[in-house]
């Protein structure tokens, strides 16, 4: 099993206290920063965009992971600011040409993720293992904050995970998005997952102190 990685979802920051935020974030030695990219098509809303990704980049030194809503990502992939250390997905049926849009994140830089979402079958990984460092595991449907676990993707997550290792793939991760609350995280970790991106029902509520939240999450996934 991997060591157990946070990636707190930027949307759900309150952007009148970014700065501030980022600098916890720092502090907690996050791994990731959790980007949505959304286009209004491909998901129902609309969020980040590139110009804001490259904010973040002047902001801080911790990578990316640059989550794509968006349809025929690898016409758009250029536009942002992907580098070494970084990972960016797309989903599955987003364009396509899935693979081709996993090579240009390759040829970036940065590593490629793909995006499953719940009704997405697992099988699909076959044709992209040589392309992927990492699968997203979507344990909501993507397009918004504040949704509630949809219990068949725990499941998925020990499929995914099988299906990785009966084929020599190990090394890939599994990333899950979507309701990752504290005791949600520990039952996603004990399916397989690696990285959890902590949203409105983990770190971003106001039930408790940020900092305090980052610790109940990490002893969470331990
Ligand atoms: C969309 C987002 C959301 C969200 C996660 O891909 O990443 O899933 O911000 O946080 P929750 O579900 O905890 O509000
Ligand atoms: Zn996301």
Redesign the pocket.
């Known amino acids: 099993m991997h060591a157990s990685q946070i990636a707190p ?1 930027i ?2 920051v309150d952007f009148l206290k970014l700065e501030d935020t980022l600098d916890s974030l720092k502090r907690a030695n996050i791994e990731y920063l ?1 980007v ?1 990219i959304m286009d209004g098509e491909f998901v129902p809303n609309y969020t980040l965009g590139p110009d804001f990704c490259r904010s973040l980049k002047a902001a801080c030194d911790i990578p990316l992971d640059v ?1 794509m ?1 968006i349809t025929h990502p690898e016409r758009k992939l250029g536009w942002f600011p992907l580098g070494s250390g970084d990972y960016a997905s797309v989903h599955y049926e987003a364009g396509n040409h899935p693979i081709r849009a996993l090579k240009a994140i390759r040829d970036a830089g940065a590593k490629p993720m793909l995006a499953l979402n719940p009704a997405t079958p697992v099988c699909v990984l076959e044709s992209v293992l040589d392309d992927i460092d990492a699968v997203l595991v ?1 344990t ?1 449907n ?6 509630k676990l949809i219990e068949r993707t725990l499941d998925k997550i020990t499929c995914v995970r099988r299906f990785l290792d009966e084929r020599g793939y190990e090394h890939v991760r599994i990333e899950v ?5 504290f005791e949600n995280a520990k039952r996603m970790r004990r399916a397989g997952a690696d990285i959890f ?6 770190i ?1 509520t106001s039930a408790m102190p940020f900092d305090e939240a980052i610790i109940k999450l990490r002893s969470a996934i331990e």
């Open positions: 979802s949307m759900c959790h949505d989550h809503m979507m909501v993507p397009g918004y904050a504040g949704q998005d979507g309701n990752v609350s991106v902590a949203g409105t029902s983990s971003f």
